[in-house]
């Protein structure tokens, strides 16, 4: 692990804090004050020494969540850093003395920040070590913050072989990522005509699950229509390639029965490539989504599947079918 790749990726990390408040699945490590990032460095970088000196590899998402696994261990741990609340809440002896209290108590104990930690992929709950500043070795950060949460990880040893977080980064912004950059694009940014479109979808129907390309976003929902297509503007893809561009590189159609529907319409590809990727997380495999296909011989409008998916309204009717 290089300590400082983490930091930097960290700090990197703070400008999309302001969008993480719109994700209910964001937990950033450290809040994006700068003035409490700066404080909190000299600690952070104690903590993952130590955690290093563990055997444990750190990795940090999007929004600056940092999660440290351990391949021997077979556990993860979600780490956050915080104000101790309870701490600035104490009100100073002087206020209270001029008040007419008599102050027996001047001094609190003096740890004003919290480490937060969650063993990923758990049914866990979130525990808290308060702490001071005042730390000057890695044996002693080992001694705060590493042994206490290796005794309390023995009742969730050996369940992940690999990073949770390192496979979210991998893969496809998750919808509850991609709902949080539409909503934050819907308030802040001007022009966003699709993503703005995205958020008011999303805020007014429950949506079933969503696809999103290069092309726009396809949102299935469950009232009459079923299916609704946006499509990204100049604004959409300068916002999208900003922060996240995966969203815009290429799909791939990996289901052997939709390939067969060649099309350089991009609507049409698009469209396909949500079709591919619905029956996939139906069904879990290849062949039984191309089964799936088969099998449905006839739909209302008297078609076979492999005449409905040669034009984009057809396969938004293999979609709507899809999704049920």
Request: hydrophobic share 40%.
């Amino acid at each position: 692990m290089n300590i400082n790749n983490v930091i930097r990726a960290l700090r990197q990390a703070r400008k999309t804090q302001p969008i993480s408040i719109y994700c209910k699945d964001a937990k950033p490590c450290v809040p994006a004050d700068r003035s409490f990032f700066d404080e909190i460095t000299p600690v952070l970088k104690l903590l993952l020494k130590a955690f290093k000196v563990a055997g444990f590899t750190a990795h940090v998402s999007r929004w600056g969540e940092l999660a440290l696994h351990s391949p021997t261990l077979c556990i993860e741990i979600l780490i956050r850093i915080s104000p101790n609340i309870n701490y600035m809440n104490r009100v100073s002896a002087k206020k209270l003395e001029d008040t007419g209290y008599e102050v027996v108590e001047v001094e609190p104990p003096r740890k004003p920040f919290i480490v937060s930690y969650f063993f990923n992929g758990t049914a866990s709950k979130w525990r808290y070590i308060p702490f001071d500043n005042e730390f000057v070795s890695v044996e002693s950060a080992y001694t705060a913050f590493i042994a206490p949460m290796l005794k309390t990880s023995k009742p969730f040893q050996g369940r992940l072989q690999t990073s949770l977080l390192q496979k979210k980064n991998e893969s496809l912004p998750s919808e509850s990522t991609f709902y949080a950059f539409a909503r934050y694009a819907a308030i802040h940014i001007n022009k966003t005509y699709g993503l703005s479109q995205v958020s008011e979808i999303v805020d007014k129907k429950f949506v079933h699950t969503a696809f999103f390309g290069s092309y726009g976003a396809l949102l299935l929902t469950h009232d009459w229509h079923g299916a609704t297509t946006v499509i990204w503007h100049d604004k959409d893809r300068d916002f999208l390639a900003k922060y996240i561009p995966e969203i815009l590189a290429p799909y791939a159609v990996n289901c052997p029965s939709i390939s067969q529907a060649y099309t350089e319409d991009t609507e049409h590809q698009f469209l396909l490539g949500s079709l591919d990727k619905a029956l996939l997380d139906k069904y879990g495999s290849v062949t039984s989504a191309e089964n799936w296909l088969e099998e449905k011989h006839y739909f209302t409008d008297k078609k076979p599947p492999k005449e409905l998916i040669q034009t984009s309204s057809g396969v938004m009717k293999l979609l709507t079918f899809a999704k049920t």
